[in-house]
C-alpha cells in the first residue's frame, strides 16, 4: 500500500527512514557560499539597504505574513541578483512528488519560489512567518530538493524568514547528503544581506 506524506508535515527522521538523507559537518562539502563569491556593485548594495530599511518598517507592523515577506525582501533580492531574468525564469507553487520505491512512499508537496534554468533547480525559496525558525523549514526544503530530475548535479536551496537566512546543499547520489551555511541575519549591525546577494549570484554561476 502506498503511503502519502504532505511535504509540510515532513521532518528530517522521515527523511533519514526512508530515502538515507545524511547531514555532512565537514566544510569542504559545501564551499560554494564561501568561496569565489562575486563582487556587488555601491548601487546593489544601495538597493539592498532599501530592502533592510522596509524589513524594519515590517517590523513594526505585524503580523508578518509569508506573502509578505515574498514581496518586501524576498522578491526584491531575486530581482537584484538576477534571477527575474533569462536564462532564469520563476514558478510558483510547483507541485513536486518524491516516491521511495521500495517502501511505497510518496512526497506531496508545493514549492513557495522555484527558480529553473532548463529545468535545473537552480535555488528554491522556503518562506516562513518569521515566528518560524529556519531550523523547522529544513525538512520540507530538504524533500523538494529530493525531487530533483537531475540526481548527478548538485541543487542548492535557500529557507528565509526574511529576518533569517541559510543556504542549504544536497547532493543526491546513491546516498542523499547535505550541508548548510552559516545563518544570515537582517538585523545584524551592517547589512548581511550583502552576503546573501553574492551567495546568490555565485550559485547561480554554478548552473549547467
Known amino acids: 500500500m502506498i503511503q502519502k506524506i504532505q511535504a509540510k508535515n515532513i521532518n528530517i527522521r522521515d527523511l533519514i527512514d526512508n530515502f538515507g538523507l545524511q547531514r555532512v559537518r565537514n566544510p569542504e562539502f559545501f564551499r560554494e557560499w564561501q568561496e569565489n563569491l562575486p563582487q556587488i556593485t555601491d548601487a546593489e548594495k544601495q538597493m539592498l539597504d532599501r530592502v533592510q530599511e522596509g524589513y524594519f518598517n515590517l517590523l513594526d507592523y505585524p503580523p508578518l505574513l509569508e506573502n509578505v515577506i515574498k514581496l518586501a525582501i524576498v522578491s526584491p533580492i531575486l530581482f537584484i541578483a538576477g534571477f527575474f531574468a533569462s536564462p532564469f525564469h520563476i514558478k510558483a507553487e510547483k507541485s513536486v512528488q518524491i516516491q521511495e520505491e521500495d517502501e511505497g512512499i510518496i512526497i506531496e508537496g508545493r514549492i513557495d519560489v522555484l527558480i529553473l534554468k532548463d529545468?535545473?533547480?537552480?535555488?528554491?525559496?522556503?518562506?516562513?512567518?518569521?515566528?518560524?525558525?529556519?531550523?523547522?523549514?529544513?525538512?520540507?526544503?530538504?524533500?523538494?530538493m529530493?525531487?530533483?530530475?537531475?540526481?548527478?548535479?548538485?541543487?542548492f536551496g535557500l529557507i528565509t524568514t526574511g529576518a533569517n537566512f541559510t543556504f542549504v546543499k544536497l547532493l543526491r547520489g546513491e546516498i542523499p547528503q547535505y550541508a548548510t551555511s552559516a545563518e544570515f541575519v537582517t538585523r545584524n549591525p551592517g547589512n548581511e544581506l550583502y552576503s546573501v546577494l553574492q551567495i546568490l549570484k555565485r550559485l547561480s554561476q554554478l548552473t549547467p
Not at 133 to 139: F, I, M, N, P, T
Not at 146 to 155: C, F, K, R, S, Y
Open 146 to 155: 529530493l525531487a530533483d530530475p537531475n540526481p548527478e548535479t548538485p541543487t
Open 119 to 144: 529545468n535545473f533547480w537552480v535555488t528554491v525559496i522556503e518562506s516562513k512567518q518569521l515566528s518560524f525558525s529556519v531550523d523547522e523549514a529544513l525538512a520540507q526544503l530538504l524533500a523538494y
